[in-house]
DNA sequence: TTAACAGGTCAACGGTGTTGTCATAAGGTG
DNA sequence: CACCTTATGACAACACCGTTGACCTGTTAA
């Protein structure tokens, strides 16, 4: 059964559910979305959203081939958002920077769909416009093309790599999170100095770091140290021969 | 029921099971990275666990709380293995990025199981005696204790996300990685230069760079960036008052 | 030798994604 | 308007999943 779905494009009837609503690839992912911002990852399963949609679960199946489908498509609607949100202004640390931050909130904003997006090279319309753009901002900064590719390349893969970390964790039930807090105040806290001298020393600081993203504090050294390289290949560019 | 488990030191009977395997929590965690590394992710189920080892799923519970305390002592398996590996010698950026990399191979070597606990805190042996050594290395270096965990986390973060996002592509169905690697050969090696004209320009190098990880490059980059920091705190201590 | 009990087994519960089948309302056609 | 086709929603069932309470039995300490 693998025409299940239908094209998007094919879709005339639209009977309305026993319950009255009229459903849509569009509808289906707007709830899906509110589902995982209001109740958690957890709460995103094909009969609950059958249920808030006031629809047979089955119903779903018609619009989409699987849970994964939906995954994607949910993802590829976090990717245009981001992008939209995003005006570069000439700056290229400042641009990418912002850039790194929205990507990074972006995922947090639907994690699970993050985790299961961000290792995935879609060549989709959003993806091809966002990385047609901070190609634009590493070369109009002037870093020559193969360099560009790298930095750009580390820079996309740290963002996606930590959005999805961060957004593992942040998925994770309640109950896990709050027992991996409880591990750092509980556990590592308590060691004793004489076994573990530099846990003790900067428990303190453990306690309060861990619990936040390095993601920002990764960034930033990121940066700072592609600034340092192109001001390395512009000095030596500068002292040769043209 | 929450004393169903029995903690490890107070094992003394181990009663075979019915298909005569003798169980234990080393057993219990080497059969499940075997699982996950033979047949994916989505093969490690209680129950598949329980017929693997050859007795009933519900013994698990005899050694684990739930599904979760299972994947933990998963995730420290690992990090144990990393570590064992690692022999620092002296010099901080040298023995991190020997760190990273070790990390970043041992996640790939275990893909399933990198994918599944690169994100949790076990608080276990071997994860408390990792970032007592990595610290341990930063403090030496002459890092303050707060720049020492802040420098940590997002190190530890760093290896931990890139070898999660390069697990989970290494994990993908062999297809869906080979029709990723076409999308940058297929659709960005022939965007035009008029509408695109900064990936145009790279393309040569986008579809040979993207076909690998970029963390050996973020490392460096990573690397720099705090070396040069603790520069300018060691100067900026150098100069102030006492 | 025996009594206690750790630990393996069984059966059941409520959840999950998914699919084969059926019924029916929507929409095109005459 | 009536008729026919068929898209699409509903239903029921399947095979899983994690988890738990009750039971049973071999191991071990006394």
């Known amino acids: 059964m693998s025409d299940r779905v239908v094209p998007p494009a094919a879709r005339r009837r639209r009977r309305p559910t026993k319950q009255g609503v009229v459903l849509s690839e569009e509808l289906i992912v707007e709830t899906a979305m509110r589902l995982l911002g209001e109740h958690g990852a957890e709460a995103l399963s094909v009969r609950r959203l059958g249920r808030a949609l006031g629809a047979d679960p089955s119903a779903l199946y018609r619009y989409f081939r699987d849970t994964d489908e939906l995954m994607l498509a949910i993802a590829d609607e976090l990717i245009g958002r981001t992008l939209r949100a995003w005006h570069p202004g000439g700056d290229w640390v400042a641009d990418l920077r912002d850039l790194g931050l929205r990507m990074h909130a972006g995922a947090l904003a639907q994690p699970q769909a993050a985790v299961l997006s961000s290792y995935r090279v879609t060549g989709r319309a959003y993806e091809i416009q966002a990385v047609e753009t901070a190609l634009g901002v590493l070369r109009g900064a002037g870093f020559p093309d193969a360099e560009a590719v790298r930095i750009y390349h580390a820079f996309v893969d740290q963002a996606l790599a930590f959005g999805a970390l961060d957004s593992a964790n ?73």
């Open 170 to 242: 942040k998925a994770l039930p309640k109950a896990a999170r709050e027992a991996e807090a409880a591990v750092w105040r509980a556990t590592y806290a308590r060691l004793p100095a004489d076994t573990h001298p530099h846990i003790h020393a900067t428990a303190r600081h453990l306690v309060t770091d861990m619990r936040h993203s390095s993601y920002p504090a990764a960034l930033d050294l990121f940066l700072t140290a592609a600034a340092a390289r192109l001001a390395q290949l512009t000095a030596a560019e500068d002292a040769g021969p043209v």
